[in-house]
């Protein structure tokens, strides 16, 4: 999920990104994906569910 461009997009909008080569490293962005994880209020358990920075694709299918 940090790989789409649609967190890419949510990223250039939340920080200030001087260089936007980093928006295509796999590991920084999956790094902001899990920091806003922790951003999530521990009360709100589905989305600490659904947007756990370890969770893949087949895992969010499972869910679903």
């Known amino acids: 999920m940090y790989l789409e461009d649609s967190f ?7 920080y200030i990104v001087e260089d936007p ?12 994906f899990s920091l806003e994880w922790y951003d999530i209020p521990r009360t709100a358990y589905s989305e600490l569910i659904e947007f756990h920075p370890y969770l893949t694709y087949g895992d969010y299918d499972k869910l679903s």
């Open 8 to 14: 890419r997009e949510y990223v250039k909008e939340k």
């Open 21 to 32: 080569n980093i928006l295509h490293n796999p590991a920084i962005l999956k790094m902001i």
